[in-house]
């Protein structure tokens, strides 16, 4: 082959790697990289205006990312070792087998955000798995301050059911979770990260007396308060007293879950928990990267399409800094990271706070 040949097909090959990614239009004049993607375009707009009233970030919205925690964490490799099924992970059995998987004490009402996002899967004629770590991305999206998290599309609709207790509890002691979440492949840092979404949650069950008790003051808004108030020392219980899963809150109308007050004073984790308090950036890029992970729980990322393009991307919002609420001082913080001093915060004027229920669904 002559020089010149060669040269020309060099050329051309450098010009398809510079050539920009084909774009595919869907509905709406919206673009993306894979038509596969187009019918996700379908779903958001249905799911932001019938699940999400509207793209808020409520109860549903927290529900929905909670479920993507519960159906994905169910995958266990030292079972598969054991010769046992460890479950498939996030593949959607939460929602295929929801009679047997939502009666697991661990998933106590998750049930309702179950039969809330069934129908929508079945209208769109997409998989469960597929639907429920999509819903959860979508809902996410719409707190303030929120991530923008990767989405990937093609999960088989096959699943089995997943095994019971692999799905840790609020009243877990921390060397429990650990080893849990280990077996899943996941860090005790990892955890702290994952732990992020517990700035837009709020109970129901551990007491039912009291549903919709947020965990920390803030909780439309993916911030770090909730690493701040953790780590105050805990006074009173919001409701009519102790139950199994929690522990004394600091503040009036805040709950506070055993689980989380234990891993933010344990020295394996404390600084990670610190960390966040004064860089939400790095909150926020942290819990995106252990979302992948987590998402892909029982699957080959390279088996599924990047439909990444589809989830919203967040207002653009300026979070005040982490502030300790009124009422409190420095020293009601409970601070577990030796190596490095806790960060001087301002205080919330006015009385002591008091924070209001998450209105229902």
Do not use: Y
């Not at 082959?1 to 869907?26: D, G, T, W």
């Amino acid at each position: 082959m002559s020089f010149k040949a060669i040269f020309a097909l060099v050329s051309l090959a450098v010009a398809a790697s510079a050539a920009p990614p084909r774009q595919v239009e869907c509905s709406a004049g919206r673009v993306v990289s894979n038509a596969a993607c187009c019918q996700w375009f379908d779903v958001l707009d249905d799911i932001q205006e019938n699940l999400f009233d509207g793209s808020e970030c409520g109860e549903d919205a927290h529900e929905s990312l909670r479920l993507t925690f519960h159906d994905a964490i169910g995958f266990s490799p030292m079972l598969f070792r054991e010769g046992k099924f460890g479950g498939g992970g996030a593949d959607g059995s939460i929602m295929a087998f929801a009679q047997i998987e939502t009666a697991f004490h661990a998933n106590i009402g998750v049930d309702e955000i179950v039969e809330e996002q069934r129908p929508f899967a079945l209208k769109h004629q997409v998989s469960f798995g597929d639907f429920i770590q999509f819903a959860g991305a979508v809902g996410v999206s719409n707190c303030a301050g929120g991530p923008r998290l990767q989405f990937l599309a093609g999960r088989s609709n096959i699943s089995q059911p997943s095994p019971d207790l692999l799905v840790p509890e609020p009243s877990d002691l921390t060397d429990t979770i650990f080893a849990r979440m280990g077996d899943a492949g996941f860090s005790p840092n990892e955890i702290v990260d994952l732990l992020a979404s517990h700035s837009v949650a709020a109970q129901d069950k551990v007491d039912p007396t009291i549903p919709g008790t947020p965990f920390d003051s803030t909780p439309s808004s993916f911030d770090a308060q909730f690493f701040v108030e953790t780590l105050l020392k805990g006074v009173l219980f919001p409701g009519n007293g102790s139950n199994v899963g929690e522990v004394l809150s600091p503040l009036k109308g805040e709950f506070r879950l055993f689980s989380d007050n234990e891993i933010a004073r344990d020295p394996r984790t404390a600084c990670e928990w610190q960390s966040f308090i004064t860089d939400h950036d790095s909150m926020v890029t942290k819990f995106e990267t252990v979302m992948v992970k987590l998402a892909t729980l029982g699957h080959n990322p390279l088996d599924l399409i990047d439909c990444s393009e589809v989830i919203p991307v967040p207002k653009a919002v300026t979070l005040p800094p982490a502030i300790l609420p009124a009422g409190k001082s420095l020293g009601d913080i409970q601070a577990a990271c030796a190596a490095t001093p806790f960060p001087r915060l301002g205080t919330a004027p006015g009385p002591a706070t008091t924070i209001a229920p998450v209105p229902p669904a």
